[in-house]
């Protein structure tokens, strides 16, 4: 069985900073893609950020030069780093990785709230 768990969201003002980290646990063979979605309240979920298995990024038009995706490979976690948060930042942000266990698959995590707010 493989789990994602996702920590790091919270509170903060505009203009700051939060990193969120998304472990991967269980029976892992290999993870492929690993990335970072996020839904805000009364809209769909909405891609944010991804990284392949080598380190290639892709961003979203939104958050290019705001937010950097990073991985540790040994430790099966994906971060993303967040500056210069903005309100319209605020939204649960879900973590998601293509996983070899049994078989390959999408696995996403529960979801941390971020929230952007004076």
């Known amino acids: 069985q493989v789990q994602l768990v996702e920590s790091g969201g919270g509170l903060v003002q505009p203009g700051g900073s939060l990193r969120l980290s998304c472990a991967a646990s269980?029976?892992?063979?290999?993870?492929?893609?690993m990335g970072w979605y996020r839904q805000a309240p009364g809209k769909e979920r909405e891609l944010v950020a991804t990284i392949t298995s080598s380190g290639n990024t892709n961003y979203a038009d939104s958050v290019k030069g705001q937010f950097t995706i990073s991985r540790d490979n040994a430790k099966n976690t994906v971060y993303l780093q967040m500056n210069s948060l903005k309100p319209e930042d605020t939204a649960v942000y879900y973590c998601n990785a293509n996983i070899l266990s049994q078989f390959w698959d999408d696995y996403w995590g529960q979801g941390t709230q971020v929230t952007v707010s004076s």
């Open positions: 269980g029976s892992i063979i290999r993870i492929r893609g």
